[in-house]
T-cell receptor, first 114, second 114 residues
Framework: GAVVSQHPSWVICKSGTSVKIECRSL??????MFWYRQFPKQSLMLMAT?????????EQGVEKDKFLINHASLTLSTLTVTSAHPEDSSFYIC??????????FGPGTRLTVT | QKEVEQNSGPLSVPEGAIASLNCTYS??????FFWYRQYSGKSPELIMSIYSNGDKEDGRFTAQLNKASQYVSLLIRDSQPSDSATYLCAVNKGRGSTLGRLYFGRGTQLTVWP
């Protein structure tokens, strides 16, 4: 099956610092990757759609200067949370679209900003 | 009107019973439909995809799609305690990466008691 990895699985950072999260498709090439955020007991919220070699498309209300997305290759997308604040603490999950449109999720990154 | 709606539950069934999860969607032109399972603290896992009207069976899982009624369901036969999770219905308005975002329901929490 399609495997998507994320790194790190959890991270604690201080307010004002930046954190980078990596998302990799391990056994397939993904032209499109997606970044989601999920707060406790809430559903997934799509933050942005990332296409290889082009700028990401952000959902309404998501600050593109705060959440920097780089999709440098067909197997790697990164999300950088800049100047993190406690309200950015959340579960960040990426997904990668395999040919045909099935999306497979990474294991998620739990971010805590202190 | 929300894009995808699910019966919010929670749903509780005894071990061995059939669990029935329901989902409706608003865009009549939607073409791809998915069920994800999400354990607490984990990321979603794709368990079923369905594209055509009718039933699709995979082991103990059966997905049913009725495009005329804009309705998708998931049946879990012989439910096991390990099936206890939140089940997310997801809809894609088109096939192919150009239309690739998924719209998720809020999820139905299922508990299977021994």
């Amino acid at each position: 099956g399609a495997v998507v990895s994320q790194h790190p699985s959890w991270v604690i950072c201080k307010s004002g610092t930046s954190v980078k999260i990596e998302c990799r498709s391990l056994d397939f090439q993904a032209t499109t990757m997606f970044w989601y955020r999920q707060f406790p007991k809430q559903s997934l919220m799509l933050m942005a759609t990332s296409n290889e070699g082009s700028k990401a498309t952000y959902e309404q209300g998501v600050e593109k200067d705060k959440f920097l997305i780089n999709h440098a290759s067909l197997t790697l997308s990164t999300l950088t949370v800049t100047s993190a604040h406690p309200e950015d603490s959340s579960f960040y999950i990426c997904s990668a679209e395999q040919q045909g449109d099935e999306q497979y999720f990474g294991p998620g990154t739990r971010l805590t900003v202190t | 009107q929300k894009e995808v709606e699910q019966n919010s539950g929670p749903l509780s069934v005894p071990e061995g019973a059939i669990a029935s999860l329901n989902c409706t969607y608003s865009d009549r032109g939607s073409q791809s439909f998915f069920w994800y399972r999400q354990y607490s603290g984990k990321s979603p896992e794709l368990i079923m995809s369905i594209y055509s009207n009718g039933d699709k069976e995979d082991g103990r899982f059966t997905a049913q799609l009725n495009k005329a009624s804009q309705y998708v369901s998931l049946l879990i036969r012989d439910s096991q305690p390990s099936d206890s999770a939140t089940y997310l219905c997801a809809v894609n308005k088109g096939r192919g990466s150009t239309l690739g975002r998924l719209y998720f329901g809020r999820g139905t929490q299922l508990t299977v008691w021994p």
